[in-house]
């Protein structure tokens, strides 16, 4: 993770387990991430599943499920 000049956070996530060919860049709004990631226990896996950059994404952990829409790339 790092912090951009606009005070936004970027993170790079690469997995084994991806099964998509080709990488997905997406922006999401890091408060919103963060609401879902304070619901967690801690060291609890987060199943993180996106289809494109421009599609609702949704994560799962511990039976609680939230979506989230990436931002606009205008």
Known sequence: SAS???GKIKTEVESPGITSELPIRA???PRY???FLETIP???FVEWK???HESASVM???GTTYVVMPLSRD
């Open 4 to 6: 951009t000049p606009a």
């Open 60 to 62: 799962c952990c511990s």
């Open 27 to 29: 922006s999401f709004d």
């Open 50 to 52: 996106l289809i494109d």
């Open 42 to 44: 801690p060291r609890d």
């Open 33 to 35: 991430l963060a609401e």
